[in-house]
């Protein structure tokens, strides 16, 4: 996908969109736009994770919406940005390293994760992922709660198991993103599905 200059600002204004399906395509068509940059112009792909990261950075003095989500779907798409940056994602996580405090970006920065769990699992285990995902099962904030549910479902580790299990009987409904098709799930059934994929 070659984006020209508008679809490229086109794409950066709509992560920042309310309506979610416009988000979401948005975060879609910028992760396809880096990973397919990544195999033509590696250091050109580098550059736009780098934008990505400034854009979370306090000192730009930006929000950073929807860029966790954008950096995610690009490194699932490609093996070698997801080497590169993975760690990068889950710093954001880490209070040893850059986290964000707020719950807004948060929720960005698991979906990103559990994005790239959906491809590169193994990148997580190896990067202590888990010791940063399971605090948000305890979450006051439901989306928080479903999206951590979602990502160690991906990570497979089943010393995640217990803590799980506490959330089979949270009704909560949230939005999420699958890849493909915004759904509408309790966090119940994600727990369900996230035990499933542990034990199998």
């Known amino acids: 996908m070659n984006l020209d200059g508008l679809q490229k600002r086109k794409f950066l204004a709509d992560l920042c969109s309310v309506d979610e399906r416009v988000k979401w395509e948005a975060v879609k068509n910028l992760g396809i736009h880096v990973s397919e940059l990544a195999e033509r112009d590696l250091e050109s792909a580098r550059n ?30 490609h093996e070698g940005l997801a080497r590169e940056f993975a760690h990068i994602l889950l710093s954001y996580l880490r ?42 099962l305890h979450s006051s904030d439901g989306p928080l709660r479903g999206l951590a549910a979602w990502v160690l479902g991906w990570i497979g580790n089943p010393q995640s198991l217990p803590l799980i299990y506490n959330l089979l009987n949270d009704p909560t409904e949230i939005s999420i993103f699958s890849g493909d098709n915004l759904e ?10 996230a035990i499933k994929k542990i034990r199998s």
């Open 95 to 136: 209070e040893d390293g850059n986290y964000l405090e707020y719950e807004p970006l948060q929720k960005g920065v698991l979906w990103g994760i559990g994005r790239l769990g959906q491809v590169r699992p193994e990148l997580l285990r190896s990067g202590s992922a888990l010791h940063y995902v399971e605090p948000f």
């Open 48 to 77: 736009w994770m780098r934008r990505f990261m400034w854009q979370l950075n306090e000192e730009s003095g930006g929000i950073g919406w929807g860029v966790a989500e954008a950096m995610g779907e690009a490194m699932a798409r």
């Open 184 to 193: 509408i799930r309790s966090i119940r059934e994600l727990a369900e599905e």
